[in-house]
């Protein structure tokens, strides 16, 4: 069935280093794959997405890439910051038609120290 | 916009009784998801809507998990009877047709004891 694998499932790192998470999907049609952001306590909220037809996305100091051959997606977070720390979920999704339905990956738990 | 709004933020139950969530999705939003979050098992679909039509139910883990959307502003996840480890934080999400933003309600912490 679908599938999607996250890596590492921990990640600590220095305030101003970069921090890579890594994703892996099962379905080669799934076309859309959003990354989603957890503060403790608080409800996931997307932070950046992208389609099956772009390689790379970045939003400031977010940037998603995307190997559709490869069928892995990585989110890198550049000169992190101490309101970086949170839990990060990848996602993948075969959107086509009434069919709209989010695979999560099993997390991140990214801590950033000052 | 209010956002997704869910209802009640704490329930806290003993194992037996019924429980019923309550999620009213963002206004033009075709599409409503109810999740389930355990550390154990993370986030996990358990069922999803399109205009107030059930599409996939394939996550409902057993018969005591019932969802409704009777229309287009309110839905409900229903469990009876619920049982300790059914114990776990139930996200509502809703979005537009196509490759968009799910928006999460702020959740419902559920303990059954």
């Known amino acids: 069935g679908e599938n999607v694998e996250q890596h590492p499932s921990t990640l600590s790192v220095q305030e101003g280093d970069s921090a890579v998470i890594k994703c892996t999907y099962s379905?080669?049609?799934?076309?859309?794959f959003p990354w989603y952001k957890q503060e403790l306590g608080k409800r996931p909220q997307l932070i950046i997405d992208i389609r099956s037809n772009v390689g790379e996305k970045k939003d400031q100091r977010i940037a998603v890439t995307l190997n559709k051959t490869a069928k892995h997606f990585s989110l890198h977070i550049t000169e992190t910051q101490p309101e970086d720390s949170a839990v990060y979920f990848c996602a993948a999704s075969r959107v086509s038609g009434g069919y709209n339905k989010l695979i999560f990956g099993a997390g991140t738990r990214l801590a950033v120290h000052p | 916009d209010a956002g997704v709004i869910q209802s009640p933020r704490h329930e806290v139950t003993e194992m037996g009784q019924e429980v019923t969530l309550r999620c009213k999705p963002i206004?033009?939003?075709?599409?409503l998801f109810w999740y389930r979050q355990t550390m154990m098992r993370g986030l996990e679909l358990l069922i999803y809507f399109n205009n107030n039509v059930p599409i996939d139910d394939s996550g409902m883990p057993e018969d005591r998990f019932s969802a409704k959307m009777p229309n287009a502003s309110f839905s409900t996840l229903k469990i009876q009877p619920s049982e300790p480890r059914d114990s776990a934080v139930y996200f509502c999400?809703?979005?537009?047709?196509?490759?968009?933003?799910?928006?999460f309600g702020p959740g419902t912490r559920l303990t059954v004891t």
């Open positions: 379905d080669s049609a799934s076309n859309y």
């Open positions: 999400a809703s979005s537009r047709p196509g490759l968009s933003e799910q928006y």
């Open positions: 206004s033009g939003h075709d599409y």
